[in-house]
């Protein structure tokens, strides 16, 4: 498979003076090290090499941002809400005018192409909007009471600190989605990126704490510690820490999930999909094409709702694959800040690693790969890969694992019923899709016994999800809801209230006592 190669990558002196830009634009000033210096390595996948080092928490600095986050829980939980939400507002506002700057960072520190590092920007801008509106909506219910003269209702109130961990793909959005609601909330944040983006978490660090001089709010509502692991440890077994939001893989579930549960704590958590797409015989082919290689190739595969399995009818299976081998073949691989790069890099040689020993697997479970080849960049550091097609026996343990990468899986089938078993045979249960013309096909596909994940979509790929839904996923996924809708019911705690303005004493169930 031959794939067009953009041009020479940039130099890591470029890079440097990019970030530098980025910073000064944001109003960033951390001070960077030279690479190899005390501290947390900010390094690039562009090409591989570190660019500064930047000072890193203790776990004693952790425990003072949750200090500080906690007293700034007392004030901030009775300001109203629609006086916090002008905190976001005014957030929303500086990610407008910082969008390119922030988008930088995002391509140098994830790698991903410019256009989608602007899209993961515009996501951040677009749930501050979502939050701000949230801020004079933050409705409770009123009940009938059986008993007379009483009323019972409900009333939402900010939970406390909220801890967001969140992984290097979504270096700023998930802090979005996190931050913006739980601020309008009344809640708090301390938050714990990736150590993989801790230069593009020191801007939105630096765009918050603006926002916050600006319209007079206390500045620790929002804190960054950078950090390896035991800074997010500190974040979840802290009591003080009422709610872990953390995305990241299902083996970081499983520790996080436990020990926040342990101390009786919440967590919401996000974690590995495994997402397929079914494609029918009554599928309108070009659509699927489109659909199936932005969510297959996009993101170099290294997005949570990336496409990795392809269920398809075996009447259509050849052409829909030589259509989309095809494809692959004219996607641009290189430098994400070229204008014509679709495909930019993997994030680090364990993730090449990982795709080369998924591939070897597949071919061992009797598989054919197209693709999956490492692309020469002239750079040995940097890993950029061409997307592989994988055509797969139905059975085969490769496809239920998530490999973070652009690996493609595609399995034919015969019956609805067959392709939506295989659907839901993972045990991730982040996304899914079905491609096709018919209702009938589709509907069953929406239906109770259809797609068991928490996005199911019709006629678009498994990822790019507005913020307007919630967004999340069953089993192994962890079960979290994030962004819009009502996940913001997971950032509050619920008081349900019962007030008697009657002379009487009734009490409930027609119990008589006395
Ligand atoms: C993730 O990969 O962790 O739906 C989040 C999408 C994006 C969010 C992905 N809006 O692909």
Known sequence: MTTVVTPVLPTADALRTRVRDALAAVGATVPLGAPGSEGLPASTPI????????????????DA??????????????????????????????????????ATLVTIEAGKINSEALGEVQEMIDICEFAVGLSRQLYGRTIASERPGHRLMENWHPLG??????????????????TAIALVCGDTVVWKPSELTPLTAVACQALLERACADVGAPAAVGRLVLGEREVGEKLVDDPRVALVSATGSVRMGREVGPRVAARFGRALLELGGNNAAIVTPAA????????IVFSAAGTAGQRCTTLRRLIVHSSVADELVSRIVAAYKQLPVGDPFADRTL????????????????????????????????????????????????????????????????????????????????????????????????????????????????????????????????????????????????????????????????????????????
């Open 47 to 62: 090409t591989g090499d570190v660019l500064f080092s930047v000072p890193q928490a203790s776990a004693a600095d952790a």
């Open 65 to 102: 941002a949750v200090a500080a986050a906690a007293e700034a829980f007392s004030t901030w939980r009775t300001t109203p809400a629609p006086v916090r939400g002008a905190l976001v507002a005014r957030l929303g506002q500086l990610l407008v005018e910082h969008k390119t700057a922030l």
């Open 161 to 178: 600190v909220v801890g967001v961990i969140t992984a290097f793909n979504f270096p700023v959005a998930v802090w979005a989605w996190n």
């Open 284 to 291: 309108d082919l070009d659509l699927a094409v489109r659909g």
């Open 343 to 514: 495909v930019g890099p993997l994030i680090h040689t364990a993730s090449y690693r990982d795709m080369v020993l998924a591939l070897q697997q597949a071919t061992a479970e009797g598989g054919t790969v197209l693709g999956g080849e490492r692309v020469d960049v002239g750079d040995e550091g940097a890993f950029y890969v061409t997307p592989a097609v994988v055509r797969m026996p139905a059975q085969s343990a490769v496809v239920h694992k998530e490999t973070f990468a652009p690996i493609l899986y595609v399995m034919t089938y015969e019956t609805l019923d067959e392709a939506i078993a295989l659907n839901n045979a993972v045990p991730q249960g982040l996304s899914s899709s079905i491609f096709t013309l018919d209702m009938r096909e589709a509907e069953r596909f929406l239906a109770a016994d259809g797609s068991d994940c928490g996005i199911a979509n019709v006629n678009i790929g498994t990822s790019g999800a507005e913020i307007g839904g919630a967004f999340g996923g069953e089993k192994e996924t962890g079960g979290g809801r994030e962004s819009g809708s009502d996940s913001w019911k997971a950032y509050m705690r619920r008081a349900t209230n019962t007030v008697n303005y009657s002379t009487e004493l009734p009490l409930a169930q027609g119990v008589h006592f006395g």
